[in-house]
């Protein structure tokens, strides 16, 4: 049996929805970055059980790949990595 397919962020709100919700948290929380953080779909990872984040902005892309590590419970050996809109960022 294979699973169902998860529709990405993207695919369940519009652009405007996205925006508008952006542009409020943003106004509420002024030293957050709004992320949404999804699971690549062949991959082994475990799914997330939150994909929402409001991450500090002075948070460096490496802290918030070992906060997702730990959320994931994954082995200390196992690889994360986080894309930026198809571009892998520096960590540091």
């Given at each position: 049996m294979g699973r169902a397919k998860i529709q990405s962020f993207r695919q369940q709100f519009s652009f405007e929805e996205r925006c508008q919700e952006s542009q409020e948290i943003i106004f509420n929380y002024p030293d957050r970055v709004p992320v949404v953080v999804e699971r690549y779909s062949k991959t082994d990872l475990p799914e997330m059980e939150k994909r929402k984040f409001l991450v500090p902005r002075d948070m460096s892309v490496g802290?918030?790949?070992?906060?997702?590590?730990?959320?994931?419970?994954?082995?200390?050996?196992?690889?994360?990595?986080?894309f930026v809109k198809d571009t892998l960022p520096q960590t540091s």
């Open positions: 802290q918030f790949i070992y906060i997702l590590s730990g959320r994931l419970h994954l082995s200390p050996g196992k690889a994360l990595f986080v």
